[in-house]
């Protein structure tokens, strides 16, 4: 479970709920109209936006992608990765059938290798696997971001009706109140939506797939190194790039198995 997230959004709507609750009413922040215009508005234009299935796959995804701390820790990764090359290296690449691996991509890799298919072939397929999930998680961004991009423009059209309201019932100063909660209430609606929501979900689903391709090139980087017989020790120089931190870690604690090696985040 991703913490950070849960703490980030529940903090984030627990605040506006307290100045809300500080002032007045939760009741005097709930008007219907609006909340149909922006809600409503928001999915319609969505679903234009993007397809149906990719809509449904996007909230799923993001769900389990942001709301799931799955990105293994890169020195872990390494870990795993530097116990593979020291079976290559002693067993050969048939010895890699009977190694236990948590990482799943990983494990991926190791069975291609153990199957005897050459590296260039092991290459391809894995970068395209990384290529669709990237893809996969890109679509899902970009579903959050244009929710993000909708509702406050959808809040704004909310506002003009609220005011053409206001102004087409001047002489009944009954319906001016409504009007122009109307009118208020729907940019608050947009602004909330997208601000607390969609927006950061869609900047968490960007810094996931960040992770997530560094985590794969490793995998790629290192397997590809392995197979043409580097010495796992080697493996560290050839990492640097995506590792800085080892780059500035001592040997001998680069040579230190750690205990995230074992575990898997839920």
């Known amino acids: 479970m991703d913490i950070l997230t849960w703490l980030g ?7 506006v709920l307290g100045a809300i609750a500080s002032g007045s009413t939760l009741l005097d922040f709930v008007n219907l109209p609006g909340l149909m215009i922006v809600v409503f508005g928001t999915f319609a234009v969505t679903l234009i936006k993007f397809r149906w299935a990719n809509l449904i796959y996007s909230f799923a995804l993001a769900f389990k992608t942001a709301f799931k701390d799955q990105t293994e820790n890169p020195f872990a990764l390494y870990q795993q990765v530097k116990a593979v090359a020291e079976v290559v290296r002693k067993q050969g690449v048939l010895g890699l059938e009977d190694v236990p691996i948590r990482n799943a991509f990983l494990q991926r890799a190791v069975d291609l290798s153990a199957d005897g298919h050459p590296p260039e072939f092991i290459e391809e397929v894995l970068l395209q696997d990384t ?3 990237v893809e996969r998680l890109q679509t899902a961004e970009k579903v959050f971001r244009g929710i ?17 309201q206001m102004l087409n019932n001047m002489a009944e100063p009954a319906t001016i109140g409504p009007a122009m909660a109307i009118a208020l209430l729907t940019t608050f609606y947009g602004a909330f939506i997208a601000q607390i929501i969609a927006l950061p979900l869609a900047d968490k689903l960007q810094q996931k ?3 997530e ?6 995998v790629i980087s290192s397997m590809l190194s392995i197979l043409q017989g580097l010495n796992p020790r080697v493996l560290k120089d050839i990492l640097g790039s995506y590792l800085p931190e080892l ?9 230190m198995p750690s205990p995230a090696m074992a575990e898997t985040p839920d």
């Open 9 to 15: 959004l529940l903090s984030g709507i627990a605040i």
């Open 131 to 133: 290529h669709q999930t």
């Open 148 to 164: 993000g991009d909708s509702a406050p423009a959808l809040g704004m059209l909310g506002t003009l009706v609220g005011l053409v």
């Open 209 to 211: 797939s960040l992770d």
């Open 213 to 218: 391709v560094r985590n794969r090139m490793i």
């Open 247 to 255: 780059i500035r870690m001592p040997d001998s604690l680069a040579e």
